[in-house]
């Protein structure tokens, strides 16, 4: 099956129903899969079809999802770009991924304006919404172009969509996917998570980023369900649609469910019709969690655990709870997940050991990456980078990234085992906990954190919290106070911009 054959197929079996809705007007399956079908068409009448590179740059709209699949239905790539980046980010993503033509939102032209000189191989630019000098617009791009797909034989296992990673690390790199891993994703979701075509399911997070794409837009539209669109977060709009349209899923990262249960308008007539909530992105402190269950408790929640390079390979559901909360999760049926140590030998139970994945849902390279791929790649494993344990049951539990632990003294320490214990203080709403360089210990830990509403507590306070449950030497040497954190696309704390500062001109990497 390919990525097309999703909008096909559902288009032949639910050809008058919304499709997608999007500034609460909606397009049907049928119109959906025209429309796709006429910009594939005009994409190879380009000579961008097989092998061709096609960058998007917009918010989540209608549009968007014509372009995913148009150009899945063309043979050729689509890059995923974010629009949080600045000029030199985007030069330096669109250069880096041979790009060949561009498609960009119309409140991002000046961006694209001053970012188009350094690119010369990009000769085909498509603007959404008005008209930007220089470039055609998306509809008449298309307009004229036969109704049905372009006679394009493809193979699951060629390469699709690429997605540049988050940038929690350093600069991003291109994860190159085939349209057989974003199948068998699609189909992870639909069978773990129960998402199936009666639903309407909200997708609030930016379709520029694979988890949006992963967990909830293709598995929508290979169930043949309705997908509500927003384009820019907020959390009273969410509710107004979930109102208007009687939402019944949705994938949000941490922060977004945080915001919800945190709402000082919130009010549970709002979200009636929600029975499934699909989080990921980054750690859901228990108190969110348990805030969710309690204020909504016919909301069914399934955790996944994914990289863009390696798609969804663990699930947590609402029948594990409570017993297994923490974890997150264990092996999805269509996928091998393991724990290993560094040799390649499967850890113990409570061993620490990196989370590893192998199957048809693994990333094809990072795009002209060679080195960074073959290390990607060991032992026949992809290896994620996170450390983790696994108990006797299967479920793994983070320990933390491998490149945030702090060694100090020569013992290692983990930052999330800091960063839970900072949770369980009533009034940590957010907290980031890193290493800075010290003369003595090489390094020793910190902790930035963002109070909840209303809440008062020290430095002193919180460190002395810390003290009791933790052992000396993994107490947070400093506190320090924020309104708000870096944080990419889908929620995650960038640990690299805050630490930045502190190992300026040394050796380490960040």
Partial sequence: MLTGDMLRRAAERFPDKAAVICDDQAITYRALAARSAQFAHALVAQGLGRGAKVAIVARNCTDYVTAFFGTALSGAVLVNVSVLYAVEELVYVLDKADVDALIFEDVFADKVAAALPRLPRIRVRIAIGGPVEGTTTFSSFMNGQPEMPPDVLLSEDEAFCMTYTGGTTGRPKGVLASHRARVVTAHTVVVESGVNE????AIVTPLFHVAALNIMLQPAILVGATSVLMGKWDVREYARLSRTHGISAAFMVPTQVRMIVSDPEFDVADYQSWRRLNFSGAPMPDWVQQAMLEKLPQVSLTQFYGQSEMGIVASLKQCDLPHKLGC??????????AVL????????????????????????????????????RRHGWAWSGDLATIDADGFVTLVDRSKDMIISGGENIYPKEIEDVLYRHAAVGECAVFGVPDDKWGEVPVAYVNLKMGAQVSEDALIEHCALLLARFKRPRWVKFVSEFPKTPIGKIQKNVLRAPYWSGRDKKI
């Fill in 328 to 337: 997150v999760g264990r092996q999805v049926f269509n996928a091998d997940m």
């Fill in 341 to 376: 140590l560094p040799d390649g030998e499967r850890v113990k139970p409570g061993e620490v050991g990196e989370i590893c994945a192998r199957g048809k849902n693994v990333m094809l390279e990072y795009y002209n990456e060679p080195e960074q791929t073959r290390a990607f």
């Fill in 198 to 201: 009666r639903d309407v399911v």
